[in-house]
């Protein structure tokens, strides 16, 4: 085999079948893939791991300049799946054998017993599966009969579906300022944006800690208007002791596949304890209809996968020992940075659980703390460096830069942290190692 300009053969590399199949993809261009394989990063799972060492001594690796560029780079990856993919072994294979052996693709059994099971995760009575958690926002508003002429509190800061949802719905969004250290929504600039024509606030558990549910549930009740969690990075996370996606009188979640709970896709889900909208959401979700080809409501292609609603189903019971791994992770990144004078360590509110979707931290020069990182193999991103207020998709809603200030810190200051299943104790010792250098050459 020829890869790359170069003649492959068995005595060149020979380490097995799986890597072969690496060789085949790099002949493609595919070289993400590729490496994903390689160092057992992304969503491949490896039977037998190549190693790096043999990598960069074989010529077929070491003359090849990208992979022997990413070998020697990436110390610590932002994110993985190997860990979680290792503890769930061959029982995940065996799901997905099961729905293709089963052959049925479409809201089947397998959907409603994920269901089942993540409505009683959520200490709820009814959960209702979607095709992805932006979806889910929009059949919750929907649900509530929010639309044209309404407004919707949404925090400035947070990932820009949560603003999508309320503009698709036909409704108002009405953007207000985080609170500076928890970074979720700030309630008292909450009370004041409240018109006659609010209609709801979005309460969007922002990074995995849920917001100050107990002060939102005061307002709603003050004010007689819904709450609707955006849960999509919280999990299991609770607010003095209440489950977050619980809460509210209707709530979304997303299973994107870098969520506390992924699928392997899109993917997301609803959950409320009203009858009622439990069975709209259903209508909703299925292009309104309640029989086949009987429609009742003009709704949404917007239906739970059951090969995901089955990955789901094999990964949920892990969750809280994962949930209890991101903060014991958490706990060591807070540990190992609290001397750090221009570090700006995440705050944990009163009676909120934390789950640590992300772990994000501030800094002045974050564009070089994050280039110091990189240049030191550890990968980290951004969330989110463009406000919404700011963004182009967003011009018409009216606001400018310059409207929501602690937004536009938040932005250009913050950094996610490597924090996924599987990092060890050395990694985070090693991130931090060289964020304290950062700091420490700033003083030089």
């Not at 610590?76 to 997905?96: N, Y």
């Not at 002791?241 to 709530?251: E, F, K, L, Q, V």
């Not at 997303?254 to 969520?259: E, G, I």
Request: net charge neutral; hydrophobic share 40%; proline share 4%.
């Amino acid at each position: 085999m020829k890869v790359a300009g170069l003649n492959f053969s068995s005595s060149t590399c020979a380490v097995g079948k799986t890597d072969l199949h690496i060789c085949r993809l790099m002949s493609m261009g595919l070289l993400r893939y590729a490496s994903e394989i390689l160092l057992g990063t992304g969503s491949y799972k490896r039977r037998c791991r190549m190693d790096t060492a043999f990598c960069l001594s074989n010529p077929f690796f070491s003359t090849y300049a990208p992979i022997k560029t990413l070998l020697n780079s990436v110390q610590v990856p932002f994110f993985s799946l190997q860990a979680v993919h290792d503890t769930l072994g061959e029982s995940l294979f065996q799901k997905i054998n099961h729905v293709i052996e089963n052959k049925e693709f479409i809201l089947n059994k397998d959907v409603a017993a994920f269901e089942e099971e993540y409505a009683a995760f959520s200490q709820t009575k009814f959960c209702v599966g979607t095709g992805n958690g932006l979806d889910a926002l929009k059949i919750c508003l929907k649900c509530l009969n929010i639309g044209e002429g309404d407004e919707v509190i949404v925090p400035a800061h947070t990932y820009i579906a949560s603003v999508l949802a309320v503009l698709e719905a036909g409704a108002t969004p009405i953007l207000v300022e985080p609170d500076k250290s928890t970074y979720n929504l700030d309630v008292g600039a909450v009370e004041k944006a409240i018109t006659p024509q609010t209609k709801a606030i979005m309460a969007v558990h922002l990074y995995g800690q849920p917001c100050n549910m107990d002060a939102i549930e005061k307002l709603a009740k003050k004010y007689t208007i819904y709450i609707v969690e955006d849960n999509a990075q919280a999990q299991g996370a609770g607010f003095n002791g209440r489950p977050t996606g619980s809460i509210g009188h209707i709530n979304a979640t997303s299973f994107y596949p870098t969520k506390n709970l992924g699928a392997m896709g899109d993917a997301g889900a609803i959950t409320t304890n009203d009858s009622a909208l439990a069975e709209k959401a259903r209508l909703l979700r299925n292009v309104g209809c309640s029989a086949k080809y009987h429609h009742e409501v003009i709704g949404y292609n917007s239906r739970l996968d059951t090969l995901q609603a089955a990955i789901l189903s094999c990964k949920l019971p892990y969750l809280n020992e994962w949930n209890a791994e991101r903060k014991k992770a958490a706990g060591r990144y807070m540990e190992n940075l609290k001397y750090c004078r221009t570090i700006t360590l995440p705050g944990l509110a009163t009676g909120a659980q934390h789950v640590y979707h992300l772990f994000v931290i501030r800094h002045a020069k974050r564009d070089a703390l994050q280039q110091h990182l990189l240049q030191n193999g550890i990968q980290t991103l951004i969330h989110y460096p463009i406000p919404n207020h700011m963004q182009q998709a967003l011009k018409k809603t009216g606001y400018k830069k310059g409207d929501f200030p602690v937004t536009e810190e938040i932005s250009a200051t913050c950094l996610s942290l490597p924090l996924f299943i599987g990092i060890t104790a050395e990694q985070i010792d090693y991130v931090c190692e060289k964020i304290i250098s950062f700091e420490n050459s700033l003083s030089v």
